[in-house]
Nanobody
Framework: QVQLVESGGGLVQPGGSLRLSCAAS????????MAWYRQAPGKERELVAR???????NYADSVKGRFTISRDNAKNTVYLQMNSLKPEDTAVYYC?????????WGQGTQVTVSS
């Protein structure tokens, strides 16, 4: 059984910052890719950022220069530092991992950017 527990969401004013965390636990041999996705109301889920076991990263164009993804392999934890937040960043953020041929998802954490 694999569990992903996310934390760090909340309400923040435009221009503010938040840091999301996602800790994976359970029967995981190795995690290849860790990623953050988001889904806004009425929209499809989209990739925000991903990071490989070797540290290579990819970002959605909309967050480049504002968000930073990182991971602690020893703790099976991935982070998303979000700066200069905009109202359009409002969404439920999901953590996802690819371990071998299996993918696992967190329950999601709400991020609301509003004044």
């Amino acid at each position: 059984q694999v569990q992903l527990v996310e934390s760090g969401g909340g309400l923040v004013q435009p221009g503010g910052s938040l840091r999301l965390s996602c800790a994976a636990s359970g029967s995981i041999f190795s995690i290849n890719v860790m990623a953050w996705y988001r889904q806004a109301p009425g929209k499809e889920r989209e990739l925000v950022a991903r990071i490989t076991s070797g540290g290579s990263t990819n970002y959605a164009d909309s967050v480049k220069g504002r968000f930073t993804i990182s991971r602690d392999n020893a703790k099976n934890t991935v982070y998303l530092q979000m700066n200069s937040l905009k109202p359009e960043d409002t969404a439920v953020y999901y953590c996802g991992i690819l371990a071998g041929i299996y993918d696992y998802w967190g329950q999601g954490t709400q991020v609301t950017v509003s004044s």
